[in-house]
């Protein structure tokens, strides 16, 4: 079992930072693929980045590509998404998730091939 819990959202104006955390419990974390997805007013839920479980490999949706970056620290069993030059479409609710399933160096991008989710954090992005 993982449970995680989500932090670090808030109102920000666009071009502005955030960094997200998600605390992680549980002996699984080390052993996750660890991702962040978001849901938008209206939308579905969508990807946005994800980091293997040994931290090597990570992998960002195109919109957020070069403005994000995931990060891990297995010590910690924390998660974190720095987000940097944040945009108006940026707002929406975030989540984090853990793949329990992934192999070491593998990251997917899936919704359903997370099995534990976070209760989310909102972010809101406007002036």
């Known amino acids: 079992q993982v449970q995680l819990v989500e932090s670090g959202g808030g109102l920000v104006q666009p071009g502005g930072s955030l960094t997200l955390s998600c605390a992680a419990s549980?002996?699984?974390?080390?052993?996750?693929?660890m991702g962040w997805f978001r849901q938008a007013p209206g939308k579905e839920r969508e990807f946005v980045a994800v980091?293997?479980?040994?931290?090597?490999?990570?992998y960002y949706a195109d919109s957020v590509k070069g403005r994000f970056t995931i990060s891990r620290d297995n010590a910690r069993n924390t998660v974190y998404l720095q987000m940097n030059k944040l945009k108006p479409e940026d707002t929406a609710v975030y989540y984090c998730?853990?793949?329990?399933?992934?192999?070491?160096?593998?990251?997917?991008?899936?919704?359903?091939?997370?099995?534990?989710w976070g209760q989310g954090t909102q972010v809101t992005v406007s002036s």
């Open positions: 998730a853990a793949d329990s399933y992934a192999s070491r160096w593998a990251v997917r991008s899936g919704e359903s091939d997370f099995d534990y």
């Open positions: 549980g002996r699984t974390f080390s052993s996750s693929a």
């Open positions: 980091i293997s479980r040994n931290g090597g490999t990570t």
